[in-house]
């Protein structure tokens, strides 16, 4: 570790107010028992920092002051805590950003992502706006030597895509996708390269957004000018389709999914919404026989080793999704860009 400077500069939210963030001199943190220490190379932005650089009720509930935010990662191994003989220096990472204890009935169950005591990177304590973090090495998952590094540091949403599609059939089945922020474009994306035989993609006025979604070869693209349940039944013999991911956070997409999700179909719902009691129509819900799943991160680690092939297999198209790269002396910027919507994915470098 001779190499690794003793401070950081790292961008740290300090004032309880919207923005609210400064470059911070930092300790270079030291790897405990059972970390590693990373060296960043790409952090993108997240819907999640746009909540905390908004400083929501949520946010405000959720993160300390004093905290380096950032959790859509990827660096490369420069020191390791006692006890890790998984990795070795030099190794390429990713981040998984759910650190579970490992020995709840949750972590038991095969259900880590929602440990019943578990904290995310990035949020509830210091995270990768940072050229260097520290992170259980359990959470530092190997990418291919090379990969270029925005395609180390979009994992994390697109295996929030993964793991809301695979919560109903993909392979052979009408999906749609409500919301067509990153997420919602990595499931267009997804779910062509996972064989579903149409997708439809849904999004209100933007239009920056919805002719990518194009581009990523949904079959059929919907906005503010359409009777979004009308065209869905119509594209579907009037059943409604077998799979729907609802990633934008609106009530009135919410009740839309309903409608046209065709009986006894699936309905997976990765949003937060803004208002947490939403009105629902529970009657259709009911009557419909749908199977409803809240989705929160991704499967530890089924949903990383199905992200892992597709990429492999270059079935993702990250470089149509992420729409821009900056320096992350550019954070103040990049922020501004991704919460205009007027973007992909925000890729900031190190």
Known sequence: MSEVPNTMLAWTKVRDEENGFELVEHSIPT???????????????????????????????????????????????????????????????????????????????????????????????????????????????????????????????????????????????TIAIHGLGPIGLFAVNAAKAMGATKVIAI??????????????????????????????????????VDNTCEFSGSPTALANAIHSTRMGGYLNVLSVYANSMPEVPMNDLVFRYLHLKGINGRKMWSTWDTMHELLASEAIDVDSIVTHRMSIMDFQKGMELARSGLCGKVVLDF
Request: hydrophobic letters at 35%; aromatic letters at 6%; a negative charge.
């Open 203 to 240: 999004d209100w006025d933007n239009r920056y957004r919805m002719d990518i979604a194009s581009n990523l070869g949904a079959d059929i693209v919907l906005g503010k000018d359409d009777d979004i349940v009308k065209e869905i039944l119509a594209a579907t013999d009037g059943r409604g």
């Open 31 to 173: 790897p405990k028992l059972g970390e590693v220490l990373v060296k960043t190379a790409s952090t993108s932005i997240c819907g999640t920092d746009i909540h905390i650089w908004q400083w929501d009720e949520w946010s405000a509930a959720e993160v300390p002051l004093g905290t380096v935010t950032g959790h859509e990662t990827c660096g490369t191994v420069v020191g390791l805590g006692p006890d890790v003989d998984s990795h070795k220096i030099g190794d390429q990472v990713a981040i998984e950003c759910h650190l579970a204890c490992w020995n709840c009935p949750r972590c038991d169950e095969g259900n880590a992502h929602i440990c019943e005591n578990g904290s995310i990177f990035g949020v509830h304590g210091n995270g990768a706006f940072a050229p260097y973090f520290t992170i259980p090495a359990t959470n530092a998952r190997h990418t291919p030597e090379g990969l270029d590094s925005a395609h180390g540091s979009i994992q994390d949403p697109l295996g929030n895509a993964i793991h809301t599609l695979t919560g109903g059939p993909v392979e052979g089945a």
